[in-house]
């Protein structure tokens, strides 16, 4: 009977949220970044004499090492003395460096779980100490209501330069019953605002998590892809106006994609690809939607032939078209990482690095690496952050020098 109620609730919501959303009006466009590059710029990177020692010692590059000149920096984000931490992300700020931001505590889920933040200084290579943004604690005095757990920070630049912060808070349940939840910094992530809730939904404002960097739209507004794990598994992407929800749309349905990331065509078109959540039997791929309306409707496409097995990706998009995933390649586990490459105009994506890969190795022994993310700071260069075995964060910064060399070094063995 409980289970007939609520259902009867959810469905009442779901209409009561469908003519909300039904009344809007047509989205603004995406923004498209400036694509020019000035060639008299200067590269902020780090000092890359001491790359070659900083590279993984199990990472089998397809780089060969007699032609990669220029190499990845290598390091791992500052140990707060938690034993489990998970769920990195990243921001530029204005003076080149860099702010991360992970959760951290005795377990995924547990209530002494903090969000984490730390700075990278591009010059010195070096991050800073850790200090807590949020904890349950601060978060259920900002929010005026119990908070059982935090997870998946999530930053984004507003259009009037300040950061936003989104976490997901969950107060009764497991991550099906989250909400999202936002902090503001004026001063770079030195201090933050008390925290706001995000209300996605007029009835029933639950089930709604965050993990992939938001867009920004030509109004200024922001467009935060989230998704669904209660009752159906699938995406949304919110339209935001720094704390309320202008609007809302489904990017996939069922039970079977989520956490998606988003890459912009132009000013109408976007591609989403997804996180499979899919039945055993059913194709272990990436699912695709597409918009051709900046956001306002979602249609499922063709997935994309690539393997994936339940596990998060990272998307970018450098100031040339290039784009850059990463991602566990695999069907089953997250022992591998690799990292993708898909030149502008171009349909095809090559493998252009491998990042981790405990396949030689007994089941018992693979670790997991898991939840990438990816930002450039200058246009040209990535940095990237993932989960590494659930006990440290890796930071990988890619010169943008090193990239160039990858695609050729592709092109050289498909010749």
Known sequence: MNRVV????LLLAAVLGYLHIDSRPTWAPFAIPNTSIDPTEQERAPELAQANKNVPTNSRSSIKASTAQ??????????SGAPSVHAASLIALKDGAVRAFWFAGSREGAADVVINTAVYDSRSARWSAPTVVMDRVSAEKGLSRYIAKLGNPVPARMADGRIQLFVVTVSIGGWAGSSISTVISDDEGLTWSQPARLITSPLINLSTLVKAPPLQFSDGSLGLPAYHEWIGRFGEFLRLDVHQVIDKRRMSSGRGAIQPVVFVDDAQEASAFFRQTRASSQAKKIPVSETKNAGQSWQVTADLAIANPNSALASLT?????????LNDIEVGRYRLVMLMRKQGSTEWELIQVLEDDESLANDQRREYSYPYLITADGKDAHLAYTWNRKKIRHIYFPAAWFEQAHDHVKEIKQ
């Open 318 to 326: 450098l100031v040339d078209g290039t784009r850059l995933m990463v």
């Open 6 to 9: 609520a259902f009867c609730f």
């Open 70 to 79: 220029v190499s990845p920096v290598v390091d791992w984000l500052p140990d």
